[in-house]
């Protein structure tokens, strides 16, 4: 089993950066493809970012593309989100996915976090 608990979630103005963690435990992820997704209010959850176990490979979501980066920390077992220039657009509860089949630009993962919610302020 895999259990993924994500933190640095919380409120920021716009422009400003959030770096959100997911700590995983169960087993190491060193073999799996990792990935965020996020949900924001009455919309669908939606792809943001992904990356290969050995961290060589990335996809974003358009909406993101330049703005996030997706890093692994495999010795910690540890994925990163680093969101910079936030918008009011990004506001969302953003989920921590890990494993399944990741075949660029879409990830399909097999286990998921609780989630950290996500608020832009303009």
């Known amino acids: 089993q895999v259990q993924l608990v994500e933190s640095g979630g919380g409120l920021v103005q716009a422009g400003g950066s959030l770096r959100l963690s997911c700590a995983a435990s169960?087993?190491?992820?060193?073999?799996?493809?990792v990935g965020w997704f996020r949900q924001a209010p009455g919309k669908e959850r939606e792809f943001v970012a992904a990356?290969?176990?050995?961290?060589?490979?990335?996809s974003y979501a358009t909406s993101v593309k330049g703005r996030f980066t997706i890093s692994r920390d495999n010795a910690k077992n540890t994925v990163y989100l680093q969101m910079n220039s936030l918008k009011p657009e990004d506001t969302a509860d953003y989920y921590c996915?890990?494993?399944?089949?990741?075949?660029?630009?879409?990830?399909?993962?097999?286990?998921w976090g609780q989630g950290t919610q996500v608020t832009v302020s303009s």
């Open positions: 996915a890990a494993g399944g089949l990741l075949v660029r630009p879409s990830y399909y993962p097999n286990y």
């Open positions: 990356v290969t176990w050995n961290g060589g490979n990335t």
């Open positions: 169960g087993r190491t992820l060193s073999s799996y493809p």
